[in-house]
């Protein structure tokens, strides 16, 4: 069985930093798309970042939303299984719990529909 756990969540005020970490158990993603998704209060949940196989270069693309992109790092440790998303220059609206999320297949669509998902770890931007 399939198990993703987030941590790394928490409080920060705006402009500084958090690290996110994604453990997954039940099978090993290294070829897999990995990432992350998040959802404010009152909003529907919204891709964040995402690290895909890229089997002719044999390294990761990273995607990224728009509105995190320059702030936000996703990186891969597949000698861990683990995902990290390292969130930098942190707004108020960044504020939401974000999941961590894995395919069990190499490639996605124009949009990512994960396979598995985290729970969930809160992170809160204060002014």
């Known amino acids: 069985q399939v198990q993703l756990v987030e941590s790394g969540g928490g409080l920060v005020q705006a402009g500084g930093s958090l690290r996110l970490s994604c453990v997954a158990s039940g099978r090993t993603f290294s070829t897999y798309p990995m990432g992350w998704f998040r959802q404010a209060p009152g909003k529907e949940r919204e891709f964040v970042a995402v690290?895909?196989?890229?089997?002719?270069?044999?390294?990761?693309?990273?995607s990224y939303s728009d509105s995190v992109k320059d702030r936000f790092t996703i990186s891969r440790d597949n000698t861990k299984n683990t995902v990290y998303l390292q969130m930098n220059s942190l707004k108020r609206e960044d504020t939401a719990v974000y999941f961590c999320?894995?395919?069990?297949?190499?490639?996605?669509?124009?949009?990512?529909?994960?396979?598995?998902w985290g729970q969930g770890t809160q992170v809160t931007v204060s002014s």
């Open positions: 999320a894995a395919d069990r297949r190499p490639k996605y669509g124009s949009s990512w529909y994960p396979s598995y």
């Open positions: 690290a895909s196989w890229d089997a002719g270069t044999t390294n990761y693309v990273d």
